[in-house]
Nanobody, 131 residues
Framework: QVRLLESGGGSAQAGESLNVSCRVSGDTYTAYCLTWFRQAAGKEREGVAG???????IVADFVKGRFTVSRGDADNPLILHMSSLQAEDTAVYYCAAALYCSHDRWSTGSLWSRAQSYDFWGQGTQVTVSS
């Protein structure tokens, strides 16, 4: 069973940059669609950015232009690069993995950004942005 472990969260000032990484173990990471979600206090979990099995990426409109996602090395295959951080980006950031996913079908609809679409989750890492 795949296991996910986030790292790199912390505190930042508005306008600064921060990266968070997801470590994948227990299975081959290329067998999964990997996505970053976030959940702010009192709000629903929302999809931020992800990488499909074929390496294609997708980024939510509400962070496009500020956040990007990339593959790291085999130990940390999912990295979220956050720039121009805003106080509204304060949340717990989670890494999620889905075994049965399709780049074409998931990217044209909202399946990629729905928490229910994912089978495995990390524990989350806190990101706090001060204005």
């Amino acid at each position: 069973q795949v296991r996910l472990l986030e790292s790199g969260g912390g505190s930042a000032q508005a306008g600064e940059s921060l990266n968070v990484s997801c470590r994948v173990s227990g299975d081959t990471y290329t067998a999964y669609c990997l996505t970053w979600f976030r959940q702010a206090a009192g709000k629903e979990r929302e999809g931020v950015a992800g990488i499909f099995k074929d390496g294609g990426t997708i980024v939510a409109d509400f962070v496009k232009g500020r956040f990007t996602v990339s593959r790291g090395d085999a130990d940390n295959p999912l990295i979220l690069h956050m720039s121009s951080l805003q106080a509204e980006d304060t949340a717990v950031y989670y890494c999620a993995a889905a075994l049965y996913c399709s780049h074409d079908r998931w990217s044209t609809g909202s399946l990629w950004s729905r928490a229910q679409s994912y089978d495995f989750w990390g524990q989350g890492t806190q990101v706090t942005v001060s204005s």
